[in-house]
T-cell receptor, first 111, second 112 residues
Framework: GENVEQHPSTLSVQEGDSAVIKCTYS??????FPWYKQELGKGPQLIID?????GEKKDQRIAVTLNKTAKHFSLHITETQPEDSAVYFC??????????FGAGTRLFVKA | EADIYQTPRYLVIGTGKKITLECSQT?????MYWYQQDPGMELHLIHY???????EKGDLSSESTVSRIRTEHFPLTLESARPSHTSQYLC???????????FGSGTRLTVV
């Protein structure tokens, strides 16, 4: 069935370094790829998204890339700060109802 | 301010009790969802709704039920709570044509 695999499950970086989280999706009909950040005690929050007609999108220190041929998409966070510490979820949507979430990545940014 | 609200934030309840978790949104979103989040943080869809009087079961089997009588309100009910229902429950909403979700802050349920 439809599946989104997310790696790594845990990522620890030094403050100021970059962090990269990778996802792979199975449904070739997927055309919308959001990323969510979940801080402790809160619900996930949409931080950036990309549609299938775009290869890359940036918003300040975060960027997403999409390789439709390989069915890969990635989240890049540059100049990480302690407040970036959270759980990050990737997801894929076919344009209809269903959004498939990855299993999440716990990011720790060490000061 | 447009938002999505879940109450209560925390709930400890005895086995066999009936409970309702509340979810309301002020954004006029037609689609609403309930997710169960396990300790490993994975999100499991348990119910969803396309609009008023529309409800469907999600991927994860759940003993809960939902209703959608008003666009803004999507409560989840457990008729008889069990310890296996202990979890974090997240409500979300989205607008048709816009696939990003807005999540509530969640209800952490503990059944003792």
């Amino acid at each position: 069935g439809e599946n989104v695999e997310q790696h790594p499950s845990t990522l620890s970086v030094q403050e100021g370094d970059s962090a990269v989280i990778k996802c792979t999706y199975s449904d070739s009909a997927s055309n919308y790829f959001p990323w969510y950040k979940q801080e402790l005690g809160k619900g996930p929050q949409l931080i950036i998204d990309i549609r299938s007609n775009v290869g890359e999108k940036k918003d300040q220190r975060i960027a997403v890339t999409l390789n439709k041929t390989a069915k890969h998409f990635s989240l890049h966070i540059t100049e990480t700060q302690p407040e970036d510490s959270a759980v990050y979820f990737c997801a894929a949507n076919t344009g209809g109802f269903k959004t498939i979430f990855g299993a999440g990545t716990r990011l720790f940014v060490k000061a | 301010e447009a938002d999505i609200y879940q109450t209560p934030r925390y709930l400890v309840i005895g086995t066999g009790k009936k409970i309702t978790l509340e979810c309301s949104q002020t954004m006029g979103h037609d689609k609403m969802y309930w997710y169960q989040q396990d300790p490993g943080m994975e999100l499991h869809l348990i119910h969803y709704s396309y609009g008023v009087n529309s409800t469907e079961k999600g991927d994860l089997s759940s003993e809960s039920t939902v209703s959608r009588i008003r666009t803004e309100h999507f409560p989840l009910t457990l008729e008889s709570a069990r310890p296996s229902h202990t979890s974090q429950y997240l409500c979300a909403s989205s607008r048709t044509g816009d696939y990003g979700y807005t999540f509530g802050s969640g209800t952490r349920l503990t059944v003792v």
